[in-house]
Each structure stands twice: as structure tokens, then as C-alpha cells.
């Protein structure tokens, strides 16, 4: 079992930046790729950022040169450094890890409880 917390959440205005944190505990050491997924209110929820654990990423387009993704294995973190936001960037955004078997098939994984950025003008 994988536990999730985020943090990092709140509010900014447009063109501001904000940093998330994942912290993760529990059975770490199968998990091969983490990332950030975001929800708008009515929409569906959207692949953010990944890492897998060759250091391999993977961006939305419209976060490509805004977000970056980060890991720290030695602490168990994850962050999403988060600059120029802009009022599409508000949603909850939620922690994600997993057991993949190649890049198709999805062993199990693990959610966070999310944490809310909403961004202002």
C-alpha cells in the first residue's frame, strides 16, 4: 500500500507561480512512474506532468515550458514547480503513482486527496 499526501495549493494570480509537493510512504519500491493529474470543475481530469523512474518525462502541451516535474527518491517527494500561470491552470490537482508494465498497462496505482490552485487575474 502507497499513501499520497499533496500540498502546496492556493491561490495566485495570473503570471504568478506556485510549487505542489507529493509526499509518498508506505510500499514505494515497485512504483516505476508518478505525476500530477488536474481536474477543472465540469471536465474531465488531465495528465499534468509525469517522471518515470529512468527520469523520462512527460507534459501536457499547454504546461510545456510553464511546469516542470521533479523527484526527490532519497525523501519520497514529488513536486510541480508551477510558473506563468494562467486562469485555465485552476483545478484540483492530484498526486499519482503506479506499477507500469511498459507504457499501456497499469498494474495498480495510487491517488492523492488532491489540493485546490486557483489562479486570478
Known amino acids: 500500500q502507497v499513501q499520497l499526501v499533496e500540498s502546496g495549493g492556493g491561490l495566485v494570480q495570473a503570471g504568478g507561480s506556485l510549487r505542489l509537493s507529493c509526499a509518498a510512504s508506505?510500499?514505494?519500491?515497485?512504483?516505476?512512474?508518478v505525476g500530477w493529474y488536474r481536474q477543472a470543475p465540469g471536465k474531465q481530469r488531465e495528465l499534468v506532468a509525469s517522471?518515470?523512474?529512468?527520469?523520462?518525462?512527460k507534459y501536457a502541451d499547454s504546461v510545456k515550458g510553464r511546469f516542470t516535474i521533479s523527484r526527490d527518491n532519497a525523501e519520497n517527494t514529488l513536486s510541480l514547480q508551477m510558473n506563468s500561470l494562467k486562469l485555465e491552470d485552476t483545478a484540483v490537482y492530484y498526486c499519482?503513482?503506479?506499477?507500469?508494465?511498459?507504457?499501456?498497462?497499469?498494474?495498480?496505482?495510487?491517488w492523492g486527496q488532491g489540493t485546490q490552485v486557483t489562479v486570478s487575474l
Open positions: 508506505g510500499s514505494t519500491g515497485r512504483i516505476n512512474v
Open positions: 517522471i518515470r523512474d529512468d527520469g523520462i518525462t
Open positions: 499519482n503513482a503506479a506499477r507500469m508494465l511498459g507504457t499501456s498497462v497499469r498494474v495498480y496505482e495510487y
